[in-house]
């Protein structure tokens, strides 16, 4: 949905009687679908005591992007860290080769913790393992993790598949603000994703998976 032509000599904004403002455009200006897509809920999962939640179906060629959005995601053991893998067989392997990126920006409550750097540690080089995304998620009844995940194109066979990530993780007494990225390393398709903790089960939480057009 690229931008081809614009007239902005032809973008007539109109105030109307709500405070809202609307525009028109004539045939050589911008088309309603030229901007934006809409996210199309594919499917949720929701933990009680799990050990992990998995998405195995639905990650296919509809869609270019797909977006996973953990939500209050709360663990078992305290200081676990908050993890994904991806799969090529449907979701009987998770063990895709893949090389990240990751840093993080980081603030205590009592403000005697601050810091933004590169976490090495939590990065992959050409690794299989699970790939960090919270690190020591903290099990306090009032803690936990949140954020999304962008994963492209995963059904392409030509291309390798990029990821983002951005969230927020509550570990003694701080917030930790992640950030992460990276490329499964396969032309294969991706078609499953899995999602866990370090250690111990997924005591509560909500996972959803978009699609978006």
Known sequence: MALSKVNFNSLNATP?????????????GLAAGDVGGSMNLISTQTA????????TSGIDS???E???KYINIHPATNNADWLFNVSIDGGSNYNVTKTT????????????VTDFAYKAGFDLAQGTGYQHIGNEVNNANDSSTAGFLHLFEPSSTVFVKHFLQRGNVCFTGRSVDV???????????VNAIDFKFSSGNIDSGVIKM???S
Do not use: M, P, R
């Open 16 to 28: 109307t009687a709500s405070k809202f403002v609307t525009f028109n455009s004539d045939a050589d």
């Open 48 to 55: 009680s005591s799990s050990s992990s939640l998995s998405f």
């Open 62 to 64: 509809t869609y270019k």
């Open 66 to 68: 797909y977006i996973f």
């Open 101 to 112: 990126t990751a840093f993080q920006a980081a603030h205590a409550e009592d403000d005697g």
């Open 179 to 189: 950030f992460h990225s990276g490329y499964a390393n396969t032309t294969s398709a």
């Open 210 to 212: 978009y699609g978006v």
